[in-house]
């Protein structure tokens, strides 16, 4: 048994998960047309091209129900759109639209607004140390 007293406060994925809302929240205020999730997405197409759905998944950190979702839900909003891959018709490539190109290209400044405003009550330089130390857990 542990002498050391558990104090929610102070737990690593209780203080993600309420920074993670705060950021959906700030997200969502600024760019209501799609979620944080369907936006990665469209950042990954807008920066590699098409895309199988399962490789898609893998670059945006998705399980293969989840991107399979985002993806169907783009398609509906005429974001992105599905073909069978021409060399193994059993996959889905999936690539952006013109609207959906024109959404992410135009939303590009937000986006990078909104994470300022997630990080604006640190310095420059804890914002620094705060995303290397994140990315040093990934």
């Known amino acids: 048994m542990s002498t050391r007293p558990y104090a929610l406060d102070e737990q690593i994925g209780y ?15 600024a760019i209501p047309e799609v979620t944080t999730t369907q936006f990665a997405v469209l950042a990954r197409l807008s920066e590699l091209g098409p895309q199988s759905q399962n490789h898609l998944g893998r670059e945006t950190a998705m399980d293969a129900a989840t991107i399979k979702g985002v993806v169907d839900r783009l398609a509906r909003q005429g974001l992105v759109a599905t073909a069978p ?18 959404l992410f290209r135009a939303r590009i400044d937000t986006a990078l607004g909104v994470s300022d405003s997630t990080l604006a009550p640190l310095t420059e330089a ?7 130390l994140l990315a040093r857990l990934t």
């Open 15 to 29: 203080l993600l998960r309420r920074v993670t809302q705060r950021h959906l929240a700030i997200f969502a205020q």
């Open 85 to 102: 891959d021409p060399d193994d018709r059993r996959r889905l490539t999936v690539a952006l639209t013109a609207e959906g190109e024109a």
């Open 126 to 132: 804890e914002r620094q140390t705060l995303t290397d």
